[in-house]
């Protein structure tokens, strides 16, 4: 099933599985990724959702229908796969799916918390039916072409009792399990060989068995059963996200931090449902707010970055009693120079001379250019296929400051027919939104 955000579908065919996906989902929002939640503030409602702890990732209807919200991405569970997809792709006549997952992972990969290490090469020559068996094969395709031609092996520590000694000593556990036992001639010591047998290849082999018991395609669960032969003489164990934090990488291994970063993703927060050994419940869902918003960040920072940008600058409107009170914080920001707010909507020209920018908004970029002391202010909406929104300046005058407050409002087009040259094309269109960019 392909739903877009705030589109909805038919789920006739699912009620009787319902109850169990409501709860499923239910989980996996407890334990949601918290850095990626929107900027946007709450409403009443959706704080009292919270309070409740009420999954937000899609709404049923009373007829029967699943309405996607502003999380895309891939859920699956018990037999239900539903994708959801970006509102700015729902005016392509030609649904052209692989397009919308490719820019996908092209926004991901410059996002700095969901880190994707892949080649649009390897990718955009293969046709997957599915958004998730993708993901899998990203996992599936980096991590085998990475152990194959560097196994790693490192120093792991070890706890045994031996009958000479070997390492160090531990007189807890030896006072504990010897010397009150009568086995004093034996010593309980801790050491570190240099082992295959390590927590980092551990993990690998935890995430590469739960991925195939989620995947149905045959390319991934091919290459998936070629890391489990590599990995063969690894121990079996079950493995989290926070064995993840415990392992140590050489710089040397860059590439197998990459491949760190992706179990530590699958294993955080019901990615990868850990509840059950079988189970082949899948979860990737991120608020497209977030994307759009840390796209433009990293891929700014990343191409100008003389410029000392800030992400997420964090300060207060006032004052009261001597405290700080009404905070506010800057989606991107130049010191100085430039404040950018990302606004992930849908623009139209329906309201005449507003172009599209709802009030609220402008009150709040009028507030953050006073409190920051900069005139220069950009409002950039994502641009759509049938996008008729034009740009706009609004000047703010006042008998306070000696020259207007610009607040320029423009889109953006982050779609990309041809991802080998992304990059370049990206930096062009921004290079349009103002003179600090040329």
Same mark, same amino acid.
């Given at each position: 099933?392909?739903?877009?955000?705030?589109?909805?579908?038919?789920?006739?065919?699912?009620?009787?599985?319902?109850?169990? $996906?409501?709860?499923?989902?239910?989980?996996?929002?407890?334990?949601? *990724?918290?850095?990626?939640?929107?900027?946007?503030? +709450?409403?009443?409602?959706?704080?009292?959702?919270?309070?409740?702890?009420?999954?937000?990732?899609?709404?049923?209807?009373?007829?029967?229908?699943?309405?996607?919200?502003?999380?895309?991405?891939?859920?699956?569970?018990?037999?239900?796969?539903?994708?959801?997809?970006?509102?700015?792709?729902?005016?392509?006549?030609?649904?052209?799916?692989? +397009?919308?997952q490719l820019n996908?992972?092209?926004?991901?990969?410059?996002?700095?918390?969901?880190?994707?290490?892949?080649?649009?090469?390897?990718?955009?020559?293969?046709?997957?039916?599915?958004?998730?068996?993708?993901?899998?094969?990203?996992?599936?395709?980096?991590?085998?072409?990475?152990?194959?031609?560097?196994?790693?092996?490192?120093?792991?520590?070890?706890?045994?009792?031996?009958?000479?000694?070997?390492?160090?000593?531990?007189?807890?556990?030896?006072?504990?399990?010897?010397?009150?036992?009568?086995?004093?001639? @034996?010593?309980?010591?801790?050491?570190?060989?240099?082992?295959?047998?390590?927590?980092? *290849?551990?993990?690998?082999?935890?995430?590469?068995?739960?991925?195939?018991?989620?995947?149905?395609?045959?390319?991934?669960?091919?290459?998936?059963?070629? =890391?489990?032969? =590599?990995?063969?003489?690894?121990?079996?164990?079950?493995?989290?996200?926070? !064995?993840?934090d415990k392992v140590?990488?050489?710089?040397?291994?860059?590439?197998?931090?990459?491949?760190?970063?992706?179990?530590?993703?699958?294993?955080?927060?019901?990615?990868? !449902?850990?509840?059950?050994?079988?189970?082949?419940?899948?979860?990737?869902?991120?608020?497209?707010?977030?994307?759009?918003?840390?796209?433009?960040?990293?891929?700014?920072?990343?191409?100008?970055?003389?410029? *000392?940008?800030?992400?997420?600058?964090?300060?207060?409107?006032?004052?009261?009693?001597?405290?700080?009170?009404?905070?506010?914080?800057?989606?991107?920001?130049?010191? !100085?120079?430039l404040i950018i707010?990302?606004?992930?909507?849908?623009?139209?020209? @329906?309201?005449?001379?507003?172009?599209?920018?709802?009030?609220?908004?402008?009150? #709040?970029?009028?507030?953050?250019?006073?409190?920051?002391?900069?005139?220069?202010?950009?409002?950039?909406?994502?641009?759509?296929?049938?996008?008729?929104?034009?740009?706009?300046?609004?000047?703010?005058?006042?008998?306070?400051?000696?020259?207007? =407050?610009?607040?320029?409002?423009?889109?953006?087009?982050?779609? $990309?027919?041809?991802? #080998? @040259?992304?990059?370049?094309?990206?930096?062009?269109? =921004?290079?349009?939104?103002?003179?600090?960019?040329?």
């Amino acid at each position: 099933m392909r739903l877009f955000e705030w589109h909805s579908d038919s789920f006739a065919g699912h009620q009787s599985k319902l109850p169990g $996906f409501v709860n499923y989902l239910s989980g996996v929002w407890q334990n949601r *990724n918290r850095y990626v939640e929107s900027t946007e503030e +709450l409403t009443e409602e959706e704080q009292q959702e919270e309070k409740i702890q009420r999954q937000r990732f899609f709404d049923f209807t009373i007829d029967g229908k699943i309405s996607a919200r502003n999380y895309v991405g891939v859920v699956q569970y018990d037999g239900i796969r539903v994708e959801v997809y970006p509102k700015i792709f729902a005016d392509d006549e030609a649904e052209n799916t692989k +397009l919308w997952q490719l820019n996908m992972l092209y926004w991901l990969s410059y996002c700095r918390k969901v880190k994707f290490p892949f080649s649009f090469a390897d990718v955009s020559k293969l046709q997957f039916d599915d958004f998730l068996e993708l993901l899998i094969y990203i996992f599936a395709n980096f991590t085998e072409d990475v152990i194959s031609n560097q196994p790693f092996q490192a120093y792991q520590t070890v706890g045994e009792e031996t009958p000479f000694l070997k390492g160090r000593i531990s007189f807890e556990e030896y006072t504990k399990n010897n010397l009150t036992t009568g086995k004093w001639q @034996n010593f309980y010591c801790n050491h570190e060989p240099f082992v295959y047998d390590n927590l980092f *290849n551990r993990i690998v082999k935890y995430v590469t068995k739960r991925l195939l018991a989620v995947s149905e395609n045959f390319l991934n669960q091919e290459r998936l059963n070629e =890391i489990l032969f =590599i990995l063969n003489d690894v121990s079996d164990i079950p493995c989290s996200a926070n !064995d993840c934090d415990k392992v140590k990488l050489n710089p040397l291994f860059a590439e197998h931090k990459h491949i760190l970063d992706l179990c530590r993703l699958y294993l955080s927060n019901q990615v990868i !449902d850990l509840e059950d050994e079988d189970s082949n419940n899948f979860c990737f869902l991120l608020p497209m707010e977030y994307i759009f918003e840390d796209f433009i960040f990293g891929f700014v920072s990343d191409k100008w970055p003389a410029l *000392n940008i800030r992400s997420q600058s964090t300060d207060y409107l006032a004052l009261s009693k001597g405290s700080s009170v009404f905070q506010i914080r800057n989606d991107i920001y130049i010191p !100085d120079k430039l404040i950018i707010d990302t606004k992930y909507k849908i623009r139209s020209n @329906n309201d005449g001379l507003k172009a599209g920018v709802a009030q609220s908004d402008l009150y #709040q970029m009028i507030s953050y250019a006073l409190r920051r002391n900069c005139r220069n202010v950009l409002l950039l909406y994502p641009a759509t296929v049938s996008s008729s929104a034009i740009d706009a300046t609004f000047a703010i005058p006042s008998a306070m400051l000696s020259e207007n =407050i610009e607040i320029d409002v423009r889109n953006i087009n982050i779609v $990309f027919n041809n991802l #080998q @040259n992304a990059d370049m094309t990206m930096k062009s269109r =921004i290079t349009t939104l103002n003179p600090l960019f040329h």
